[in-house]
């Protein structure tokens, strides 16, 4: 597995906001406990809110506060998708004004996210590179407001998926899309920034039973 790919991993269980300790995620994921810290250390310098300690466990919270603002995940979404883009542009004077909008951020952020001073909207390895699922956003929204079937493929893969768009999800820096997945007759959770081919489909889809968003959070729960 790569460490990307564990990184996500370990993301994903710790949304669920439950106690996480280090050695029940080592054993699940095949690796040490020593990195398994690592990876928290990663987590965090990355801008993933995660809270705990060694020994302790881990787990993160969604919702980042920003005084005297409560910022939905949505609303984070916009600030950092604008930091991001603007922030690697090649107008400097823009990417400069970005960058200290970022400082000014993380200044008054609440001591207590786990978020690095100086890395609000601009992510360290391994999530440089998330900020390619931007190009698809337009089409998954779209999708799933028309209840409009995609067929995508994802990066390393040969197979063409046929999804129904669910719903888009932002953690930690990392766009997600829950689907129903008609080729593997499956819900999934596809990273964005991993789906290279990307195409709306004309045919419509509606609400069957055991393939609904709300299927699909009975399931984790």
Not at 3 to 19: P, V, Y
Not at 97 to 113: F, T
Not at 152 to 171: A, C, G, N
Not at 176 to 202: I, N, Q, S, Y
Request: with cysteine; proline share 4%.
């Amino acid at each position: 597995m790569k460490r990307s790919d564990r990184l996500f991993a370990l993301m994903q269980r710790l949304k669920d906001g439950r106690l996480h300790t280090a050695e029940a995620m080592a054993q699940d994921l095949g690796v040490s406990v020593r990195t398994i810290y690592r990876d928290m250390d990663t987590l965090a310098a990355s801008g993933v809110p995660v809270e705990g300690a060694r020994g302790s466990g881990y787990t993160a919270q969604e919702m980042i506060t920003l005084p005297p603002l409560n910022l939905t995940q949505t609303e984070l979404e916009a600030l950092h998708i604008g930091l991001a883009t603007i922030g690697a542009s090649d107008t400097e004077d823009l990417a400069s004004a970005a960058r200290a909008l970022s400082d000014k951020i993380d200044a008054v952020l609440p001591e207590d996210v786990g978020t690095p001073t100086g890395k609000f909207g601009f992510a360290t390895y391994p999530f440089a590179e998330a900020a390619q699922g931007f190009r698809h956003m337009p089409a998954f929204r779209k999708a799933i407001r028309a209840r409009q079937k995609l067929r995508l493929r994802l990066e390393e893969e040969t197979k063409i998926h046929v999804v129904r768009p669910l719903h888009l999800d932002y953690w930690g820096r990392i766009w997600t899309c829950v689907v129903w997945d008609e080729t593997d007759d499956t819900f999934a959770t596809f990273r964005m920034d991993r789906v290279t081919d990307l195409t709306l489909m004309p045919g419509l889809f509606v609400d069957e039973a055991g393939k609904t968003l709300k299927d699909f959070h009975a399931l984790q729960s």
